[in-house]
Structures are given as structure tokens and as C-alpha cells.
């Protein structure tokens, strides 16, 4: 079997490429990885406005996406070590009163399971395993564990569950244990204000508020692994999570929990001859600042584009100057997201006086500083980056 693209992994990240590959008319083939991923987890994403304008132009029904609440104000705030007064800091955009939308993992991927299934030249490949490739000549050849092979000219690996195919890359790899796991919390209730997300950092570890519907949220806490807090009852959390949001949230009901490990990963090249990264395999990063998948999705974004404009001149799809302009295009905005975040959770999780006081002064600062600010919530809302493509 020939391809034009195949992806080894089937997150969210690989059916948004294949679906945007897919309506370019391109031929594709998804290889799952075998890992399980509930349908049912209460992982959310705080997608950036420029996030929900790209993908709104991939589902053939986007006002299910606009459907869930608009954010148009984050607020974040530091509490003093030594419990007197918390600094705050407010983020809006002015112009679109629009920060982006927090969704559900699981309304995302059925999104997208949703488009893959209407679209043709598309083949999904179940209970499978790569284990080796083969990209030093003009096609990629995938050798699987049950002796079949197939044929692409770009092989896309999204999963990082295959340490085999790992060893395959040419690439080498940034990580990091933060120690730490992430309480993930679906709740019934709202925010003092409609349509504000609410982050606290504190001595605990960073808890953030995100709302998606009128009275559906989640509470995502990033504690270390030996704190109680992992091993608390349903009950006694709930009454925490009530105490430590009290200035921000109406009391809020846990529905259910989930604990997920954090870990760091950052890759230090997107390709290695005609393999290409995309999702958590190229940054795994602190959920601190919510950029993970958009960071996937400027990568999406980005390379499709180059393939598209090298294809239109006559290049082949897996020419090396579309890789290596992937590679450079996406090196600045990935690192710094990566290991600002890897940074921002050091500093504003410490216990340390002197520290806690320069954090401090330097978000009472900010606060003030509406030009930063600015620049901040460009950044991270992403539209100029997609408005620039």
C-alpha cells in the first residue's frame, strides 16, 4: 500500500493534520498506536482564538465548537507565601473580547472522528504495530510487527508509546520529571464572573478554573506526587478545591477525578530525514499555561502550508527544504512556550520568601503594564501567528 502521508498515533493532534492533509487532497493512512485512551476523560483544552478560527475551517459543522463558552478574561493570581494580601493580574483582549474556548478532549477527538469518517483517500489501520522505517531513500517504508509494510512519502509519528520507532529518529530529546501529577477535576458549578478562566499559584502547586458550559467546568491542580492532596477523598477535595477557589468560584460540586503524570519532553528537531513530530512527541509541556495543543496546531498548520506552497512549484512533498523550514519556522515559538512554562512553574510554585516577593512585584508590575500585556495575549491567543500564514 502507497501513501502520501502516514501517522503512527491517533490523538487529537494526528486526526487534526490528517483531516487538514485530507482536504488538500492528499492520500493518508492512520496506523493507531495501542494504547487505550478513554473516551470518557475529563481532560479539557483551553483552545487560543486562533486555534478555534483554524480549526473551524476543518469540521463541516463549526458552531458545535462555538457552542461552548467564550472566554473573554483570564485572571491569574500569586498568593503570598506569607498569606497576606494575593497579587492579581487580569487578561482580555479588547478587541475581540475573545481569548478562545475551553472544550472537552473527548468533544474534540469526536469532532474529528466525526470529519475523518466523511472524507475519502483515508485508512485506518487497527491492532497494528511499527517497529521499524526505513526513510533514507525516495519513500518512506513502515515495517510492522506482523511482517506487513507499507509505503509513504512522509511518515508523520504523533505517539510517543513506541520506543522502538523512537530509537529509529535521529533526533534527540529534552526531559524532564516535574515530579508532579495533575488533578483533574469535572465539577457542577460557575465562576463569580461569566466567561473567566482563573488560575492561583501557590505553595500547593498551580490550580486553574476553566469553564466550558453554563454550569460545567474543570479544576486541573498540579500537585507533586507526595502531597495528600493525590490521595484525598472525593469529599475532603472537594471541600480544598472549595476553600482555595472561595474568592472566585460559587461552591463547587466534584463530579468525577483523574490523575495524570506530568512529564517534560521537548524534541530539539521536528524531523529526522522524511519523519516528521507532531503533538506531545515533539513538546510535552506543563498544562501551567494551557499552550500544549495549540502549539500542535500552529505546527499543523504551518507545515501543511509549506507542503501546499513546495507542491504548487513543482517540489515534492517530501523535499528536505519543506522539513528544515518546518524545523526553523516552529523552533522559536515551541521553545519558548516549552521552557517558559518549565520556568514559570519553578518560580511561581516556590516556597522561597525572596523569590515569592520578586514574583510578586513583578506581576503587580505587569498588571500595570497594558503594552505587555498586549504582547502577551497576542501570543498566546495565536491570531496574529495564523493570520501571518
Not at 507565601?81 to 487580569?90: A, L, M, P, R
Not at 483517500?121 to 533514507?136: G, H, L, M
Not at 479544576?219 to 472561595?246: A, C, G, H, Q, Y
Request: with cysteine.
Amino acid at each position: 500500500m502507497d501513501f502520501d502521508f502516514v501517522f503512527y498515533g491517533a490523538g487529537i493532534s494526528a486526526k487534526i493534520a490528517a483531516v487538514s492533509l485530507l482536504k488538500e487532497g492528499f492520500k493518508v493512512c492512520i496506523i493507531q498506536d495501542k494504547k487505550k485512551f478513554s473516551k470518557n476523560s475529563n481532560l479539557v483544552t483551553f483552545l487560543s482564538e486562533g486555534s478555534i478560527n483554524y480549526l473551524t475551517t476543518l469540521i463541516s459543522n463549526p458552531a458545535n465548537i462555538k457552542t461552548y463558552t467564550t472566554i473573554q478574561k483570564l485572571n491569574c493570581s500569586l498568593a503570598n507565601s506569607t498569606g497576606s494580601k494575593e497579587e492579581f493580574i487580569e487578561f482580555t483582549d479588547n478587541k475581540s473580547n475573545s481569548l478562545g474556548k475551553i472544550i472537552p478532549n473527548n468533544i474534540l477527538e469526536s469532532m474529528f472522528d466525526e470529519e475523518l469518517s466523511k472524507l475519502k483517500n483515508i485508512t485506518i489501520i487497527k491492532d497494528e504495530t511499527p517497529i521499524k522505517i526505513n526513510d533514507a531513500s525516495m519513500n518512506v517504508e513502515i515495517f510492522m510487527e506482523s511482517k506487513n509494510s507499507i509505503r509513504a512519502k512522509v511518515f508523520i509519528l504523533s505517539s510517543s508509546n513506541n520506543d522502538e520507532m523512537n530509537k529509529n529518529l535521529n533526533i534527540k530529546f529534552v526531559s524532564h520529571d516535574f515530579n508532579q501529577i495533575a488533578l483533574s477535576v469535572r465539577v457542577i458549578g460557575q465562576g463569580q464572573s461569566e466567561g473567566c478562566a482563573y488560575q492561583k499559584f501557590s505553595s500547593d502547586g498551580p490550580i486553574a478554573f476553566l469553564p466550558y458550559e453554563k454550569n460545567e467546568a474543570s479544576v486541573v491542580w498540579s500537585v507533586r506526587d507526595d502531597s495528600p492532596l493525590v490521595s484525598m477523598n472525593k469529599s475532603d477535595l472537594e471541600k480544598t478545591i472549595n476553600k482555595k477557589l472561595k474568592n472566585f468560584c460559587r461552591p463547587l460540586e466534584i463530579v468525577d477525578i483523574e490523575k495524570h503524570k506530568l512529564k517534560f519532553s521537548f524534541s530539539r528537531k521536528l524531523y529526522s530525514n522524511k519523519t516528521i513530530l507532531i503533538g506531545n512527541i515533539a513538546h510535552n509541556i506543563h498544562p501551567i499555561a494551557g499552550q500544549g495543543l495549540n502549539l500542535s496546531i500552529k505546527d499543523i498548520s504551518l507545515f501543511v502550508k509549506l507542503v501546499k506552497n513546495y507542491k504548487s512549484i513543482g517540489y515534492e512533498i517530501n523535499s528536505s527544504l519543506i522539513f528544515e523550514d518546518y524545523d526553523v519556522e516552529r523552533k522559536v515559538d515551541n521553545t519558548v512556550y516549552s521552557f517558559g512554562t518549565l520556568a514559570l512553574e519553578e518560580i511561581l510554585s516556590t516556597q522561597n520568601k525572596l523569590v515569592n516577593a520578586v514574583s510578586r512585584k513583578g506581576i503587580s508590575y505587569l498588571q500595570k503594564n497594558n503594552f505587555m500585556k498586549k504582547l502577551f495575549v497576542g501570543s498566546a491567543t495565536g491570531k496574529k501567528y495564523f493570520n501571518s500564514l
